[in-house]
């Protein structure tokens, strides 16, 4: 059957002692290996370089630096006729607060003993060289304070305003002195003026709640600004796309799962599914651009409209996520409750989707998270660029009246001009990724925890 | 058929090819492998036998090193080839495993064209100098693996598109391609019908001639047709080892008694 | 009636419906439930979904239908002369809306009484600023013209609003007769019920594709307006990219396309062999413990959103690059934005795209193949690199393929660090930009939606979605392929 004839004797080295080829082979399986090695390296030095970043730049974002003033609020200025009625305090303006501030801050200088040239600067009068260390906000929430209590009027009190966004910066180490040599927001002597202060426990950086729980400010006062307001919008989307994908992705699921004959129409539903999970989310801010907006003249910038054009993005992932667990309910309980006489919905509502419940969930949750870091799409519906600076009055305007979102936020704040904005948005890329990690971590406890082998 | 009294004996050598003494072989916590001790004969056909889960293709995977590849996998005791330790720190698994070859239970051909298929194992131990050496390999393995005149005129076709027969031959080939001198064969013909099972019972046959052939298999019948050397394994242990004839014939063991008989299994 | 309040009308009446059903059918039944067909629940969902289905169904598209007669019926109505100058129809309408809206507001605040929003007149009083008052900002003065069109906005809309309430309220309650009607113990409302849910998931199940028309109708509409405005030739042959809103401007694709490619090029050169060799080293090196540590990690990189690594570009991968390669150190660089950047950083929000969808495809690869190798003296290496990988290549171009649509089709990345200009160039160091950089500016600066240089996004937007989508259909296609050979 066979003409072969006996292989000649290769001559073959013992086991123990490797010939060149061999080694050269092991040398490069070790190449490889370390090829390998490098790459994973890479991947993961890559991602702790991006965390570190963002730690690094955002943390910031979290304290903020504030002046401890001994303000003594001037009846002569603030409530000229002197009967605390509440019309004409209201009359006077914000303007009128500023020489409040100056004199406090002068009264520091002189406190303390400071020989600075500032201990000349105006008291009255349009602006001061004094402002500069404050926020422009800082008359504003004087005023407020006062409207709050009337009574504060005629006493000195103590108030703690923001300084302005260059002395936080140079309490945080952003802002130096050879950076302001050409900067006309801030002086040297403004800064000595600082370290003496800072020593006298004027000025200090304090934990900035703010950041989170406060709106938008604008381009003048980054110091003011907080994300409270896109957290809300983003809420009331993801409210919109929790009330919308859970049910018509499930709803979808069920049916092309469980239901669906085999023919054309349901081929073209999935096959229309895999796709649009690959379609670019801008694609998805076109369609709600030309379909919700210009078509249905729904509300620019409105959350609803966001969560929509987000619901129709999460939906592929919603529903793929759900039709795997669907399918890992084994068809023995679908034909245990058939055999009792149930209907073929009765079995699927009362046994496949409950046990299916704990799958649906994990993937609607990390569907929710995918959506919440969505960017692009708002870019186009008017969510970027939108000034968040007022909390939505009520439920209704949550969903309708213009909002900004989390992501739009921290875009929006990359944009703007001024340096100190992009602390805030590091520090909103920490905030956005300690709500993704909490949803995912969530995901990741539901499936441990109701985790089924069949 | 399968009544067919064992292929006669010739020339079976007293030389020990591989010697196993006090093997344990550990998966994680399951002790697959209790101290088995076997001298395996070259230019013999030994097989091993054995109820399913008793541990004979576990043990014939510690001969080529092939459990390495397993992570849970912890081998112990001493198994020489030519008298030399396998497992020593040493030896390279890759030149073991040059030397003893393996052909698997399902035909598993690289999805590659046939030529390339044999062609594959001489190629990265840099057995040929030049394309004339290789082609002339590829021939005189496909020959011997009783496959030439079925192939040879499409050798360029992918290993996949032949029948399951024609696949494990060719995987005959491919592990004779590299010349070793021994083959290990675990149920080589499980996957296969009769017509290819014996196709591949008379290579192996013709295959004593040069190799020390170790198979695993589930047919005592097959064991007897093709070996001369007999090891029954049961629940991890070696219980019996002998020639065939004795073994199936006049079993020392009750156990080896009860299996041939068709009691456990 | 408002859609809110005819909705919880709709439902209530639903509701009442169930009631109604089910008691009807117990009745029916003498009070015992045995006799019934169905479970007395479903002649109350019954009642319950025929009520509120229809009824609801009619709302919602009476709400999408309704505006647009209506916009037809008063354009039709507005006078040729003011469309004079160069005002077209889309502005001057959305002018009348703007206006209608303030009336509506200024009513139900109390600034106006409804008599007094219907009959008011330019000529006599300054609207603009009484809108103003209520916090409707309109731009230009309004014409007599197109306040007159606004309250015959206002009047067909709530003639349109009353007639909706009654053909709603009609519908609801036919409905809900019906079903009571029908309600008796031998009807079989279990399997009405169960058709109707049916059908309902029907209709969930084709959102998808209600989806994909939507996309495919909204950019098909304005890119065919564009091209009526801009010659198709032009945008897909021009070689230069310079909108400028005052007209004239030179809107060819071909520098945005090569810009998007030489960015997606990068971005793959990055993360193709890491995400590859990660892949391989993970599935066929590691030891399960690092696998277990190692992969997830790399995984963390996927769920990440692209503003953060659009802000890491800008921020600081953007400087860095500009250390080494701007004046101060090779002087090939002018600004941190430049398709490095933008590539480097796609780049590495790729690798676990790669790196997950290729470890798939390898682990995909029979063990037998391996052991086949292995057990005749091949390495690993060897064994992944002629074995595992040429079995495994079809898969893994398809990932590479689905990657490399998700390159071309990411937007934040380019849009923060690939800079603005549209330019072709070879230097990789030189600001570019993209198809979807473009989209954006196109369309969320302060252009009118009808000129060519808003249009223009749409036409962007649709060659995006053929590429993408020709992409996506081909690997999947090829991934499916690839599956079903080892299934």
Known sequence: MTDATVPPAVARPGLFEGDARTRKRNAAERRFRLYGMIAVGAGLFFLVTLLFAIVSNGIGAFQQTSFTLRVEMREDVLDKPGNRNIEDIKAVKTFAYKPLLRAAILREIEGNGIDTPLSGAKIVGFSSDLDKLLSDGAAAKLRNQVLANPELIGRTVEVTVLASSRVDGYLKGRVTRESIARDKNLDAE???????????????????????????????????????????????????????????GVAASIYLEEFAPQNRFTDLIEVNISNLAAVPSIVFGILGLAVFIQFMHLPQSAPLVGGLVLTLMTLPTIIISTRASLKSVPPSIRDAALGVGASKMQAVFHHV?????????????IGLAQALGETAPLLLIGMVGYIASNYPDGVGAGFLDPNSAMPAQIYEWAKRADPAFYERAW????????FLAAMNILAIILRRRFERRW | MYDTPKLESETVTDEVKISA????VHYG?????KDVDIDIQDKTVTSFIGPSGCGKSTFLRCLNR???????????????LDGQDIYDPRVDPVQLRARVGMVFQKPNPFPKSIYDNVAYGPKIHGMARNKADLDGIVEKSLRRAAIWDEVKDRLGAPGTGLSGGQQQRLCIARAVATEPEVLLMDEPCSALDPIATAQVEELIDELRQDYSVVIVTHSMQQAARVSQKTAFFHLGNLVEYGDTGQIFTNPADTRTESYITGRIG | MPAIWLTLAVLALATAGYVLGRARALTSAGGDSRKLHSLPSYYGIHVFLFTAAPALALLALWILVQPLIIERAVSTHLPERVFSGNADRGLVMSDVRRVANGLDLAVSQGAMTTEYARTVRTELTDVRERLGEVGVAVGSDIGPEVLRAAQNYRSLAARGDLLRSLTIAVLALGGLLVSIIRTTRDFRARNVVEQAILGLLLLSATIAILTTIGIVFSLIFNTVEFFGLYPAWDFFLGLTWSPSFGGGSELGIFPLLWGTFYISLIALAVSVPIGLFAAVYLSEYASPHVRSVAKPLIEVLAGIPTIVYGLFALLTVGPLLMRVFGDGGVGIMQAGTAVMTAGLVMGIMLIPFVSSLSDDIINAVPQAMRDGSLGLGA?????????????????IVGAILLAASRAIGETMIVVMGAGAAARLSMNPFDAMTTVTAKIVSQLTGDADFASPEALVAFALGMTLFVITLGLNVLALYIVRRYREQYE
């Open chain 3, 379 to 395: 390495t690993r290496s060897e064994t992944v690199r002629q074995v595992v990988l040429p079995a495994a290549l079809p898969g």
């Open chain 2, 21 to 24: 003494r006090g093997c344990q």
């Open chain 2, 66 to 80: 092939m459990n390495d590849t397993i992570d849970i996998c912890r081998v112990q005791g001493n198994i020489t």
């Open chain 1, 353 to 365: 989707l409950p046990l299916a419940m704990p799958g649906i969930l994990t993937g609607t949750i």
């Open chain 1, 427 to 434: 520090g909103g890329i920490i905030v956005l990724l300690v």
């Open chain 2, 29 to 33: 916590d399951n002790h697959a492998i």
């Open chain 1, 190 to 248: 403004h800064l000595d003026l600082v370290d003496v202060l800072r020593g006298a426990g004027v000025v200090g950086k304090g934990i900035n709640t703010a950041f989170i729980t406060g709106t938008d400010a604008s381009d003048a006062r980054p110091e003011q600004a907080g994300m409270g307001v896109s957290i809300l919008g983003s809420f009331f989307m993801m409210l919109v796309v929790l009330l919308l994908a859970l049910p018509i």
